[in-house]
């Protein structure tokens, strides 16, 4: 495959990767004046999070499977069809149940690129190439939180209605762009029956396999300790470290940066350290980075400098150590790779759920207990993965 294809393959895959991200984080800066315009609690705007990760999670099941029934690419066009609508209907939403609705079909549908763009990438590459591609897609994908709040805050200015047709244009070129670029990686003769008892059956054999198990829980762990900041940012930022809600890039500006590092050097160490090497230097990477988060949280004032700096570089080591544990995990199903990749996405964000319904309103009161998750979960994460067939080879 040309180098300039690769580029434009990889390009296209974030791009759908990318719209889960924009779709949490750009409406973020938008909550006070959410509240204000739907008459809306702090407390249920947050739900709104909840509505959309949720089902996002539980659909996540089925867009591989449907990927390996109809194709990638009419998996693509049917979710992203269905988020250009649901986006118009959450920017002329008139109270927060309505906004809810309509963040909920945003949640079955948004999942569609993620999943789809997972399975693809092992689909056209193997080897360190597709680790190497796999990074790049991590990277441009980790460009997305960073931006997204920025946007949001721009957005801001004209009205928050502006935000949601935002996320209904990129959908759409992002849509566009993948019927454009995107070769169908699963033709006809390779699909599948699409029936609920075949799904059921792909699923005991994906979440059956222990170690598919231990290193999609690490993998999701870690994320999850630097999500519950995006997921607590408005309160996180707006009133523990005084920001405005035009300052969200403070914190997501050097925290995608750490991101960024973290899969360049995912994409650097691939084929020249082993893969169990790189784990193991991430997460010694981020056990230091979190125990600086609790004694900054412990010692220092709440200000944006001491605050930020751990979690942007707790973003190192969770960027170095995700493509390794996500090539780990679809390597060990390739004949339904798209349902592990669709395994793989709902653990994910079945763990962002728990954290945006209960972990973060409990743990908001202070930057310490924001803290205290992200050691958390790092620990959780240590103690499944260390088990694993990955971690124990020479």
């Not at 407390?43 to 996540?60: G, I, R």
């Not at 360049?264 to 990477?285: E, I, N, P, S």
Request: aromatic residues 12%; charged residues 10%; contains cysteine.
């Amino acid at each position: 495959m040309a180098k300039s294809s690769t580029f434009t393959l990889t390009l296209v895959l974030a791009s759908l990767a990318a719209l889960a991200p924009f779709a949490i984080d750009t409406y973020l800066p938008a909550f006070p004046s959410l509240e204000l315009a739907l008459l809306a609690t702090p407390v249920e705007l947050q739900q709104s999070l909840t509505f959309y990760l949720l089902p996002y999670a539980l659909m996540t099941l089925w867009h591989g499977a449907i990927s390996d029934a109809i194709g990638r690419l009419t998996t693509i066009k049917w979710g992203l069809g269905v988020f250009v609508l649901a986006s118009i209907g959450c920017a002329f939403a008139s109270n927060v149940e309505t906004l809810w609705f309509f963040r909920i079909l945003q949640g079955l549908s948004g999942g569609a690129g993620n999943v789809v763009a997972r399975a693809m990438v092992r689909d056209l590459f193997a080897g360190p190439q597709a680790q190497r591609v796999m990074a790049s897609v991590q990277m441009l994908f980790g460009i997305a939180p960073a931006v997204a709040p920025i946007i949001g805050g721009f957005l801001l200015g004209i009205h928050w209605q502006a935000i949601f047709i935002f996320l209904a244009l990129y959908a759409a070129l992002s849509l566009w762009a993948a019927m454009r670029y995107l070769p169908e990686t699963m033709p006809k003769a390779k699909r599948l029956p699409l029936s609920a008892k075949q799904v059921l059956s792909d699923y005991r054999i994906v979440f059956s396999d222990r170690e598919f198990n231990l290193v999609v829980l690490a993998s999701a762990a870690n994320f999850a300790g630097f999500f519950i900041y995006v997921l607590a940012s408005p309160v996180f930022l707006l009133k523990h470290l005084g920001l405005s809600d035009q300052q969200f890039g403070y914190m997501f500006i050097p925290t995608v940066c750490g991101m960024v590092l973290g899969s360049y050097l995912a994409k650097r160490a691939a084929g020249v350290y082993t893969q169990q090497h790189v784990v193991k230097v991430a997460y010694a990477w981020m056990a230091v980075m979190a125990l600086a988060n609790l004694q900054v949280c412990f010692m220092l004032p709440a200000t944006p400098l001491y605050n930020i700096l751990p979690i942007a570089l707790f973003n190192v080591g969770m960027a170095l150590a995700m493509p390794i544990l996500s090539l780990a995990a679809l390597d060990r199903h390739a004949r339904i790779r798209g349902t592990a990749a669709s395994g793989q996405a709902f653990i994910q964000m079945l763990l962002s759920a728990i954290s945006a319904a209960i972990i973060v309103p409990w743990l908001w009161f202070s930057p310490m207990g924001l803290a205290m998750a992200m050691a958390a979960y790092l620990i959780f994460s240590y103690l499944i993965l260390k088990r694993s067939v990955l971690w124990l080879k020479n």
